[in-house]
């Protein structure tokens, strides 16, 4: 562990048991990760990039091998670890500005204060319009604004993102991409950031690191040294693309393979 | 427009029925006393709603007066027998829904005698109801608490253990304590469940009234349409029937407002 990290993983292992054998969904994982970086997990499914966001959320802890926050091991989900869902997971029962409240009324924050950062975080996200609405009256890419928000209002100095813009249009995804830049920049937040495409990894991460299938372990960790914003149609871009695809295509075919496997057997 | 016309549509059927029943009557191919003529039912209506009475200052107010009819004070009388007995099965069917719903020794534990008590229907109970708590009220209040108490226990129990655990996940990631956890997030996510529950617990309470009355008590529509038949007033038992029909569905229809209201933010609100 260096002195600036932030999220260290040390040796993490992570066994499942399926048919009486150990199937290793994450092995020998050593990754450090600096305070305000941005770094992206990629891999096809399957490689174990959410099982080790989830160890770092505390939600289910590692076989064996130690996260540590700040130097502190992580034993159970805190509000230090703010997460945004694939699925959004806003409460359905609450409007927009009760979700976002939600996290600060748990710490009996004072009610001025709660409707302040409230007020705050709608202009943050442009969701000023949205206030009084319900999760379902609201579109995708709205929602996970929301959830964003949510996390936002905790002041969580980590945020861990599970393909947090896989269900969205490409044009809403690229919307929120930009917002999350911004308020990456202007909060200067450590991002764990999980996803299986290529062009949103090199569009987002200082670092990008590649997930290899079965068991999980890093099969590369590649710095992003391109200029922000980034110009996905630059030379530079695509030669990164090119690379990150052809070792990512390595373990699609393994996955692939595997399945067919399992098939055969069923 | 389309729904005055969806309306219209909604009375042909009624209309044709109520046509059908007059030509029966009117044509002399039914016995009057085993089927009396719909205007005939409409005027026994009248007189079993109107008050018995003349109005008499000095009997007490001009309001009273007006609810002193039968009928009305056999509503009454039933409504309120429905509604103790629904907050009693109901009342003790949701916090024990809650506790083994959330907890899986709770439910270890109650789920066995449950499961062998819910099959049993509510009638079945009346000898030992009169045994226990003999005639009037309370025998017919303890069998509507138990038509009231399994649906609204069944739900609750499927309301809670149905919470989509992303959301729990979400409170653990937010913080939350496990009581915050019960209060702000099991609880409402469960409240569509334990809607329905009730919807059906109140639906179940209302058939088990009628029968209760049958043989407990002597007021209340159930009471009222079994003392008819002794006097073979067919006219007043089917009056009687209409109006246990009405009142049902007035209630139906006020629970169904009342959850769609407090249910506005969910997606998969049923209709009607």
């Known amino acids: 562990m260096t002195e600036s990290s932030h999220i260290s993983i040390q040796g993490v292992h992570k066994v499942f048991q399926s048919g009486g054998q150990d199937v290793y969904a994450l092995k020998a994982i050593d990754l450090d990760i600096t305070r305000g970086e941005f770094v992206c997990l990629l891999g096809p499914s399957g490689c174990g990039k959410s099982t080790l966001l989830n160890a770092v959320a505390g939600f289910s802890l590692p076989s064996s091998g130690a ?11 805190g509000p230090d670890r703010g997460m945004v869902f694939q ?13 976002i409240a939600f996290g600060l009324q748990i710490k009996k924050v004072a009610k001025t204060t709660i409707q302040a950062k409230v007020d705050e975080l709608l202009v943050l996200l442009n969701l000023q319009d949205f206030r009084r609405r319900y999760p379902k009256d609201l579109s995708g890419g709205m929602r996970q604004r929301v959830a964003i928000a949510r996390v936002l209002a905790i002041d969580s100095p980590i945020m861990l993102m599970d393909e947090p813009f896989g269900a969205l249009d490409a044009l809403t995804r690229r919307t929120l991409q930009d917002e999350l830049l911004r308020l990456w920049t202007e909060l200067k937040k ?31 960790d590649l710095a992003i040294d391109l200029p922000r914003p980034r110009d996905v149609s630059s030379p530079a871009f695509n030669a990164l693309k090119k690379e ?10 393994r996955h692939q393979q595997d399945e067919f496997r399992g098939a055969a057997v069923d | 427009m389309k729904r005055y016309r969806h309306a219209a549509s909604g009375i042909l059927v009624p209309l044709a029925a109520l046509a059908f029943w007059q030509l029966l009557s009117s044509m002399g191919w039914v016995n009057a006393t085993i089927l009396p003529s719909p205007m005939r039912v409409l005027i026994k209506w009248w007189a079993y709603l109107r008050p018995l009475e003349v109005f008499d200052p000095a009997q007490g107010s001009y309001l009273k007066w007006c609810f002193s009819g039968e009928l009305i004070q056999d509503a009454l009388g039933s409504l309120y027998r429905v509604l103790v007995g629904f907050f009693i099965g109901g009342g ?48 017919a209040v303890f069998l509507i608490s138990i038509g009231a108490f399994f649906p609204v226990l069944m739900n ?47 639906g179940t309470a209302f058939i088990v009234v009628i029968v209760s009355e049958m043989i407990a008590v002597n007021n209340g529509l159930g009471y009222r349409i079994l003392e008819a038949r002794e006097y073979l007033w067919s006219d007043k038992i089917i009056a009687g029937m209409f109006t246990i029909g009405l009142l049902g569905l007035g209630i139906d229809t006020l629970m169904s407002g009342l959850s769609s209201y407090l249910l506005k933010w969910h997606r998969g609100l049923e209709q009607g």
């Open chain 2, 92 to 139: 003790l069917a949701l916090p024990l829904g809650l506790a083994m719903g959330y907890s899986r020794v709770m439910y270890g534990l109650f789920n066995p005698l449950i499961q062998v008590l819910r099959p049993i229907p509510p009638i079945a109970y009346i000898p030992l109801s009169i045994l226990w708590f003999g005639l009037g009220n309370p025998p």
């Open chain 1, 87 to 99: 699925e959004y997971a806003l409460f359905p029962w609450m409007t927009v500005e009760q979700n």
């Open chain 1, 190 to 220: 450590t991002i764990l950031f999980v996803t299986h495409s290529i062009e949103e990894a090199l569009y987002l991460a200082d670092r990008t690191v590649v997930m290899t299938y079965r068991p999980g372990t890093i099969k590369c």
């Open chain 1, 244 to 253: 990150l695809s052809q070792l990512l295509m390595e373990e699609q075919d």
């Open chain 2, 156 to 202: 609750t129990v499927a309301g809670v253990q149905n919470v989509d655990s992303i959301y729990l996940r979400v409170g653990r990631n937010l913080g939350a304590s496990r009581l915050t956890q019960f209060t702000r997030i099991i609880l409402p996510a469960a409240t569509p469940y334990i809607f329905t529950g009730a919807r059906i617990g109140m």
């Open chain 1, 67 to 77: 996260i540590t926050v700040e130097g502190s091991t992580i034993t159970e989900p």
